[in-house]
């Protein structure tokens, strides 16, 4: 079946530091890799998606600065967090679409980023 | 805007009781309604889905209501268990496959024994 796994599943760093997470689809070709953040206030916020054969696009308010990915190919994935702060608290989680059935879209566990 | 809106917030049903929870969305453009589940600690996982073309889908206990005039859908949940316990979300895509999920806040629902 589909999976997604991530790691690490969650990371304490020290504001100011980075933080780095990744991404791997297995059982299924991803068409499509989205990063979202989870947070209690502000529901899931799409950071930026790639699709094949196009280059990634960043949300709103997200940019390639703050959150680089590197998807070497589509059944990977990593984004780092540069320079966390309290607001970039929250559950980063990455869902890819199986090409296979069309629009499902799988996420993985997520990674906890907790910044003190 | 919250382009996607749930509720209630909250909801607390009896073991066996049907949990109805609703959805709404302003984007007339939007074709593709899934509905994930996702437990404290955990990611979301894809429960159930419809395309725009359809008024009604059924997956065992799990049943989308669709309207597509009043841009409004539901879940329903029938024979609740203390373990469909979650937090479940409605989001909703475009027929673009670039574009991402729009998710609304949840429903969170308690199934008391």
């Known amino acids: 079946g589909a999976l997604v796994y991530q790691y690490p599943r969650r990371t304490i760093c020290k504001s100011g530091t980075s933080m780095r997470m990744e991404c791997q689809a297995v059982?299924?070709?991803?068409?499509?890799v989205a990063w979202y953040r989870q947070s209690p206030q502000k529901t899931f916020e799409l950071i930026a998606l790639?699709?094949?054969?196009?280059?990634?696009?960043?949300e709103q308010n997200f940019t390639q600065e703050k959150f680089p990915i590197s998807h070497p190919n589509l059944s990977f994935s990593s984004m780092t967090v540069l320079n966390a702060y309290l607001e970039d608290r929250g559950l980063y989680l990455c869902?890819?679409?199986?090409?296979?059935?069309?629009?499902?879209?799988?996420f993985g566990e997520g990674s906890r980023l907790i910044v003190v | 805007q919250q382009q996607v809106r749930q509720s209630p917030q909250s909801l607390t049903v009896w073991e066996g009781e049907t949990a109805i929870l609703n959805c709404s969305y302003e984007?007339?453009?939007?074709?593709?309604f899934p509905w994930y589940q996702q437990f404290p600690g955990e990611g979301p996982a894809l429960l159930i889905s419809?395309?725009?073309?359809?008024n009604k889908k059924e997956d065992g206990r799990f049943t989308i209501f669709f309207n597509k005039r009043e841009k409004k859908l539901s879940l329903h949940i029938a024979d609740s268990q203390p373990g469909d316990s979650a937090t479940y979300f409605c989001?909703?895509?475009?027929?673009?496959?670039?574009?991402?999920?729009?998710f609304g806040l949840g429903t969170r629902v308690s199934v008391f024994p």
């Open positions: 059982g299924f070709q991803a068409t499509s």
């Open positions: 790639s699709t094949v054969n196009s280059a990634i696009k960043y």
């Open positions: 869902g890819a679409r199986d090409r296979s059935s069309g629009n499902t879209l799988y």
């Open positions: 984007n007339s453009a939007f074709d593709y």
């Open positions: 989001a909703a895509r475009g027929n673009n496959y670039a574009q991402g999920l729009t």
């Open positions: 419809i395309l725009s073309v359809s």
